[in-house]
């Protein structure tokens, strides 16, 4: 069964660092997600990505996050200079169509030491 | 008001018994609704989606969907130690598709 894959599943990093996550979304899937998901909290909605822009965003999504898809498979989530807060999991999901259900990746754990 | 709402529980239901969650939202023109299990320490996974008014079955699931009252959930028929886990709630944004938010999730215990 086609899958969502992500790597790294566990990152660390020194505050003020940047940190690329990386993604492999469904191969026939057209839309593509980040969300994350700080340790105890709900998954919270970071960017949508469509026809190689961003569709939609969140007010989480600031300037220190940027979302790529660098070739035909990859979709990479960069976080510029990272901050302790910024430490949880990153979870990549991919859709069909825009309303139809989100498929999740494994996520990345990623802490901000 | 909260964009999508769930008991936190834990909900605790006996093996073999039928488990309700419950879920309500708060935009009324949302279209797409979805239940995800998620066990601790692991990624969303998708049970189910619903999109019309009514009850959706698959298999053990079903799902029911009421957008007057804007309320969703989720039943579990034969319910088993492995359903332990988080489900969460998802409802798209009345004003973008795109936009997916969660409820904070019901913990269910299944006891053997």
């Known amino acids: 069964e086609p899958e969502v894959t992500q790597t790294p599943s566990h990152q660390v990093t020194q505050m003020g660092q940047e940190v690329i996550l990386r993604c492999v979304p469904i191969?026939?899937?057209?839309?593509f997600y980040w969300y994350r998901q700080i340790l105890g909290q709900k998954v919270e909605f970071l960017v949508s990505?469509?026809?190689?822009?961003?569709?939609?965003k969140s007010e989480i999504f600031d300037d220190q996050f940027s979302v790529e898809r660098p070739d035909g498979s990859n979709f990479t989530l960069k976080i510029r200079s990272t901050k302790l807060e910024d430490s949880a999991m990153y979870f990549c999901?991919?859709?069909?169509?825009?309303?139809?259900?989100?498929?999740f990746g494994a996520g990345t754990r990623l802490s901000v030491l | 008001q909260k964009e999508v709402e769930q008991n936190s529980g834990p909900l605790s239901v006996p093996e073999g018994a039928i488990a309700s969650l419950n879920c309500t939202y708060s935009?009324?023109?949302?279209?797409?609704f979805f239940w995800y299990r998620q066990y601790s320490g692991k990624s969303p996974e998708l049970i189910m989606s619903?999109?019309?008014?009514g009850d959706k079955e698959d298999g053990r699931f079903t799902a029911q969907l009421n957008k007057a009252s804007q309320y969703v959930s989720l039943l579990i028929r034969d319910s088993q130690p492995s359903d332990s886990a988080t489900y969460l709630c998802?409802?798209?944004?009345?004003?973008?598709?795109?936009?997916?938010?969660f409820g904070p999730g019901t913990s269910l215990s299944v006891i053997p």
């Open positions: 999901a991919s859709s069909v169509e825009r309303q139809r259900s989100r498929y």
């Open positions: 998802a409802v798209t944004s009345k004003t973008s598709y795109d936009k997916v938010i």
């Open positions: 990505f469509y026809n190689n822009e961003i569709s939609e």
């Open positions: 935009d009324r023109g949302s279209q797409s």
């Open positions: 619903i999109y019309s008014n």
């Open positions: 191969s026939n899937h057209l839309y």
